[in-house]
């Protein structure tokens, strides 16, 4: 408002000072008896409009020049919030054994490097990865070659160990990550040896990613206790749902774990070809990691006759269709012949079932 006065106020003084001007000149021309008055008058009102013509432009720039600085100044918007990896998942510490060391975008990829680790440096490894026999470890900020780290370890040798519940469990007491893997079961038990017969410590949800240190026959020790690895998928091992898919999306975020809360690690381009290891709650596993089955094309089912093995507890029908009568159940690795099928579901001789869960043999 203070600088729309200031504007006005000077465009009248000009109009006033022209004006007197004009006069000025008229003065010189019809009245020499006032030659000196008149261009001391010129001179006055020449330095006046000058003064007052530079006043706006200087004004209009100082406004500016405000403006800018206080762009520069403004707090830059804070970048979003790294992923963190989520509880159940404990640091894996290790120290680099060189100078130099790559952090490259990918594993097994030693391009576009524009960081390294040296000697002494510490890390978290959050995941591990193998590439052509090499073995590839990511730090939060890329992946770096295994060969190079000395990972930080526990002296075995004790008979048992204590977890964050107070819980003595069965175990050597080795803090080395083995692997990881994800719970593929609604609630799997947690015990506190690798057993059934041993006692159950607490139960935990399906898709929770965890580390483990010892293996035992078809089960291994977690943080928490021991777990069957007939409900706990492995990352990296070939799971019976086993797939190829092509990706349906650009830049297909692959993550460390089977949900959005777990950190982007790399990604995979639209159309490209994937293998799936395992399918757990609508995300699959990759050798980069795990992706969205949303965004994944997968072939069609083949349903034929022949033998197979029930996968799930399954129930069995009176027709192929979910509402029909239900008229007995198979359980989980039953054998069973496919005689006749409809519609994605096949005929045994006790009645009809859903073929979707149902493996075939080779």
Request: glycine share 8%; hydrophobic share 35%; aromatic share 8%.
């Amino acid at each position: 408002m203070e600088q729309t006065r200031t504007d006005s106020f000077c465009q009248k003084f000009r109009q006033i000072m022209l004006s007197l001007k004009k006069l000025a000149f008229e003065a010189l021309s019809s009245k020499p008896v006032m030659i000196g008055i008149a261009v001391v008058l010129v001179l006055v009102l020449t330095i006046a409009l000058t003064t007052c013509s530079r006043k706006e432009p200087t004004s209009e720039l100082a406004d500016a020049t405000i403006e800018a600085q206080q762009e520069d100044t403004q707090p830059a918007t804070e970048p979003a919030a790294m992923e963190t990896q989520p509880v159940g998942i404990p640091a894996t510490m290790g120290t680099i054994i060189i100078d130099q060391l790559s952090i490259c975008k990918d594993a097994g990829i030693v391009v576009d490097i524009e960081e390294y680790y040296t000697i002494g440096d510490r890390v978290e490894i959050q995941q591990e990865m193998a590439v052509n026999g090499m073995a590839w470890g990511y730090t939060g900020k890329g992946w770096i070659d295994m060969s190079y780290i000395r990972m930080d370890d526990v002296p075995s040798g004790k008979d048992n160990s204590t977890n964050s519940d107070g819980v003595e469990i069965v175990s050597n007491g080795s803090h080395t990550v083995l692997g990881y893997g994800v719970v593929d079961l609604k609630s799997l038990n947690v015990r506190i040896g690798p057993g059934t017969d041993y006692t159950k410590i607490k139960e935990i949800p399906q898709g929770t990613r965890y580390a483990y240190y010892e293996v035992a026959d078809e089960w291994v020790r977690i943080g928490d206790g021991w777990v069957s690895t007939l409900y706990f998928y492995v990352e990296g091992t070939t799971a019976e749902d086993a797939t190829t898919g092509t990706v349906t999306t650009n830049d297909l975020n692959v993550r460390t774990g089977p949900d959005t809360t777990f950190q982007r690690i790399s990604s995979y381009m639209e159309y490209d070809s994937v293998q799936i290891l395992a399918i757990v709650n609508d995300w699959g596993y990759t050798e980069k990691g795990w992706i969205s089955m949303m965004y994944v094309k997968l072939p069609e089912p083949v349903y034929a006759t022949g033998s197979a093995t029930v996968t799930v507890g399954l129930n069995i029908r009176e027709e192929p269709d979910p509402s029909a009568e239900k008229v007995d159940a198979y359980r989980e690795g039953d054998r069973v012949t496919i005689i006749e099928v409809k519609d994605g579901w096949g005929k045994t001789d006790k009645g009809w079932i859903n073929l979707d869960y149902v493996k075939y043999d080779p």
